[in-house]
Each structure stands twice: as C-alpha cells, then as structure tokens.
C-alpha cells in the first residue's frame, strides 16, 4: 500500500510505551493499543510526514551532533543525529533513508522513510532507539537491559550488545515469567524505591538465541524480511508480557562466560556497580555535561537502595535453564518472605 493512501486511515490511536502515552496517526505493529483515553497525551506521533511543508527547507545550519561508528557495507554510517534551527529540532537520519525529527519539548515525533521501506522498519526504530532517545532527552534514565518480572518485582539484566539480556528474558519467558521490556528498562524513581516502566509485548532475538530455545530459526518470524532478527511475541500462553510498573527488585550485570561451576552469582561492590551502570546506560553518547550529572546522582541512589549482582553464565551458552534458576534462587535470598508463597525459595543452585 502507498504511503500516501494509509497517512490518513487512522486518526489519534493511543499506546502506552515505556511509561509514555503515545497518540499516532498510524497502527503501531508490536505495541498494544491503550484504551485508558488519556485527556493528554506525553508524545504525537506523525508517521509518514515530515514537520516540513512540501519544498521547504530548514532554516539555519545543521549541526551535527552524534555519529554511530556501525557502518553499512558502504562504510556510512548507521546514524547520525542533528540539531537544527538553534535546538528547534533534532534530526535523526538512518542510514537506510529512514529519519526522525524531535522538537525542542520532546512533544512530538515526525518520521518518514523511503517507499520502498515497510511501516515496520520504521516502527522498529521508533520503539527502540528513537524512543530510547527521546525518554533520555525528557530525563528519564534508561539502561541498555531488559527486564522480567518476579512475582511483584522487576529483574533487570544488564550488558553491552551481545551480553545475552534479550536472550536471558526470553529463557525466562518459557519458563512462565512475564517480561516487562526488552533492550531498554526505563526508570522512575519514586519514595525509597525505582519503578521499571513497561515497554511493547515482544522481545527481539537473533538467530543464535532462536535455535537455543526453540530449535529452529524457522519457530519465529523475522522483524521485517531483510533483518535476521526474529520477534518472540508476548502476552499470549507461552509467553506472558507484564504490562505493570514494578519495583526493581535486583540488576544482575551479565558477566563473562566461564567453564563449571558456572552459573554462578558473584557479589560486587556499590562503586564497581556504579561504574559499570554508567557504562551501560541508554543512548549515554548523546548526554550533555548537565544530563550526565544527573545520571550519576540517579544512579548512586539507585546503587545504595537495589541489590546489584554480577552472574556469570556458562561457556556453554545453551544451558539457559542453570542460569534462570541460579537467578531464581540468589533472588529468593534477597526477597525471602515475597518469595517463598511462590515455592521460589526452594530452588537451589545445583
């Protein structure tokens, strides 16, 4: 379908993502629609249009803020971000011809990509990284983790690209817990206590992690045709998406891989947890003197009141099933009289 023919389909449907009420022009595939009828929403959505008139032009210079060091086969680079006409707008400009604008309130959201480009190539940037970017500028801290929940409390999992945190929730998943977000555990700090904020009902695996779990790449469907990652939908019976704000209850820092007697949790101090938060927080690149401040008062609150640990997964990577329940069991040590109702606390590490 034209693009031109779908812009004016849908008016005003409503998301929640992330703790944000979104109100898009378009369907948003992989998020569930909110019904709650908010009286205003946090962020408008204006997919397929540019906040610029047909032949109009920016004005002033562009200036250019942020380039990605991942290049495509032609050594552009994935993205680079912009400010223009003095901060009025940020530029996102996707390598793919994709691009986002944000204006100076972080209000609203303008995105349009080539024709040959599905909706859901778009979509899958704006769920992640533009949404990612977008939660920072507003203050909202984000780590780069993904998280499940325990009972009535989150468990986050923290890493660089390729530490296992997608793959980690989606062990979990099959094993019945719901997952609350995927890549980006946003944050809000409320009395004596840090809430993570649900995201969208699907996590985003690589193939690797698909064979894993399910034996066959072919159990799950690609994100969009020419992307090897696959999509594992959520809130359904085999996998449960958690759609409440919950109290972190733990962060487990995904370590290296090691032989036996892996998996296995280790203790680690508040300063080393400090920095190795600060290393793993959302868009962090793109922070000013000011928001990185912030940052790191947020997170030393966040260090002094959560249990950090570091588990460190077995070189083997399929035996996801010891690392669920080493996780499991030095959780139930943390939150016994929660826990034990559940028969949680009779796991063990063995």
């Known amino acids: 379908m034209k693009k031109e023919k779908i812009l004016h389909e849908e008016s005003g ?41 047909a032949g109009e032009k920016p004005r002033g210079s562009e200036e250019l803020t942020y380039v990605s ?5 032609a050594g552009e680079p994935a993205l680079r971000i912009s400010k223009m006409e003095q901060g009025a707008f940020v530029r996102l400009a996707y390598e793919d011809g994709t691009q986002f604008w944000l204006d100076r309130k972080r209000e609203n959201i303008w995105a349009t990509w080539p024709d040959i480009l599905p909706l859901e190539n778009a979509i899958s940037y704006l769920l992640g990284p533009v949404l990612g970017l977008v939660l920072r500028l507003r203050g909202v801290i984000c780590l780069h983790a993904s998280a499940v929940a325990i009972e009535d409390r989150s468990v986050a999992f923290v890493g660089s690209a390729g530490a296992g945190k997608s793959t980690t929730a989606a062990a979990f998943a099959r094993e019945g817990y719901g997952v609350v977000s995927d890549d980006i555990v946003a944050l809000r700090e409320q009395t004596n206590a840090f809430q993570v904020l649900p995201a969208y009902p699907h996590l985003c695996l690589w193939p690797d992690a698909v064979h894993m779990l399910y034996g066959s790449l072919e159990a799950l469907p690609r994100i969009i045709p020419d ?19 919950l109290p972190l209850g733990a962060i487990y820092i995904l370590g290296e891989r090691r032989p036996d007697p892996a998996p296995f949790v280790e203790a680690i101090r508040p300063r080393a947890a400090l920095l190795s938060l600060v290393a793993d927080t959302y868009a962090n690149k793109i922070l000013d003197r000011d928001m990185r401040a912030r940052e790191f ?35 139930a040590l943390l939150h016994p009289q929660q826990l034990v109702r559940d028969g949680i606390g009779n796991h063990t590490d063995s």
């Open 13 to 53: 449907l409503s998301y929640f993502v992330f703790g944000l009420h979104l109100r898009s022009n378009l369907p948003l595939p992989g998020a569930i629609p909110d019904n709650s009828s908010p009286k205003k929403c946090d962020v408008e959505l204006h997919l397929g249009i540019s906040p610029y008139r």
């Open 69 to 73: 060091s991942d290049t495509n086969a």
């Open 227 to 245: 992307w090897e990652k696959r999509r594992l939908m959520l809130g359904n019976q085999e996998a449960r998406f958690e759609n409440r704000s």
């Open 297 to 331: 008062e947020f997170l030393g609150r966040l260090v002094t009141t959560v249990p950090i640990r570091r588990i460190c997964p077995h070189s083997d990577a399929t035996r996801l099933k010891d690392l669920c329940q080493v996780i499991r069991g030095d959780f």
